[in-house]
C-alpha cells in the first residue's frame, strides 16, 4: 500500500507546481502604466522658450520660440534579452514645449526589467501612408497651420519642428531675423530621396533600470539637450542655414536631432 501512495502524493504535488507556474506566467504578462519624460533642456539648464539668450558653437546668439517633435515606435527589452513593441496605435506622440503636459508619452508594458529603451523621431513610412482614418489624435493632419506637423503641399508630417530668432539669420522681408527647421520626410511622396527618420537607443543601466510592477508606475526620464540640434555631429552656422525644411542639409539637422537624447534617471 505504502509503495502507491507514494507515487500519487508525487502526481500531485507536480499538479500543484503546474498550477503556481501559471499563476506567475499570468503575473508577468499583466500590463502597467509607464512613462518616457522628454525633459527639454539647453546645455545644463532649463529651457525657456523666447525669454532665454543660447549661444552655439559658432557663437550665435538665439532665442527659442517653437519646439515640437514626434517620437514614435517605442519598444523596451528586458534584461533577459526579450523586447517588447508597444503596439503600433498606441505609440505616436507628440512632444510640444509649450504645453508641458505633453513631455510624457504614456503607454502600458509587462511587469519585468527592462535595460534599454528604443524609439524613432518622426513618424514611420507606413504610418505616413495610412489612410487618414488610421491616423487621429496627434497624428491629425487637420492641425492648426502655425503649430501643425504636417505638410500638405507635401503630404508629409514634419517630424521636428524648432523655430526662433537670432541676429545671426538673415532678415526676412519684414526685418525679423529668425531661424526655421522643419524636419521631416519618410522617403517618399515628393521627395523619394529624403529619409528623415532616426532610430534612438538609450541604454538604462548605468543611469537606473525600468522595475515595472504591478501597482507602480515607471518613469523613464530622458533629457532632450537642445543645444545638439545645432552643436551635434554637425556644427550649424544660422547665419548660411536659418531656414532648413527639405533638401540634403535636412539629414544633417536630423542627425542632430537624434543626438540629443540621454537617460537621466529612472523613477520606479
Ligand atoms: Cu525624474
Redesign the pocket.
Given at each position: 500500500m505504502r509503495f502507491t501512495i507514494i507515487p500519487c502524493l508525487l502526481l500531485l504535488s507536480s499538479l500543484g507546481f503546474t498550477g503556481c507556474k501559471k499563476d506567475t506566467t499570468i503575473t508577468s504578462n499583466e500590463l502597467v502604466p509607464m512613462t518616457v519624460?522628454f525633459d527639454n533642456i539647453v546645455g545644463g539648464q532649463n529651457l525657456f522658450l523666447n525669454t532665454v539668450t543660447y549661444k552655439n558653437k559658432m557663437g550665435e546668439d538665439y532665442t527659442i520660440s517653437r519646439l515640437q517633435y514626434f517620437i514614435s515606435n517605442i519598444s523596451l527589452v528586458k534584461t533577459d534579452g526579450t523586447e517588447y513593441i508597444v503596439p503600433a496605435d498606441s505609440s505616436y506622440f507628440l512632444i510640444r514645449e509649450a504645453e508641458p503636459e505633453t513631455r510624457f508619452a504614456r503607454f502600458r508594458v509587462p511587469v519585468g526589467d527592462y535595460q534599454s529603451l528604443k524609439f524613432i523621431v518622426g513618424v514611420d513610412s507606413l504610418r505616413s501612408t495610412m489612410d487618414v482614418s488610421r491616423r487621429t489624435g496627434v497624428l491629425d493632419p487637420t492641425g492648426g497651420m502655425e503649430d501643425g506637423m504636417y505638410w500638405s503641399w507635401n503630404s508629409g508630417y514634419i517630424f521636428f519642428k524648432m523655430e526662433g530668432d537670432s541676429p545671426s539669420a538673415p532678415a526676412d522681408p519684414s526685418g525679423n531675423h529668425k531661424f526655421r527647421f522643419h524636419i521631416g520626410g519618410f522617403g517618399g511622396y515628393s521627395a523619394p530621396g529624403i529619409n528623415n527618420i532616426r532610430n534612438v537607443n538609450l541604454d538604462l543601466r548605468a543611469s537606473g533600470l525600468v522595475q515595472a510592477r504591478t501597482g507602480r508606475k515607471s518613469?523613464i526620464?530622458l533629457m532632450a539637450d537642445i543645444a545638439k540640434v545645432m552643436d551635434g555631429s554637425t556644427t550649424v552656422r544660422l547665419a548660411e542655414n536659418a531656414s532648413v525644411m527639405f533638401g540634403d542639409y535636412s539629414s544633417k539637422i536630423a542627425d542632430n536631432c537624434s543626438q540629443v537624447f540621454f537617460h537621466d534617471?529612472t523613477?520606479n
Open positions: 519624460e518613469n526620464h534617471h523613477e
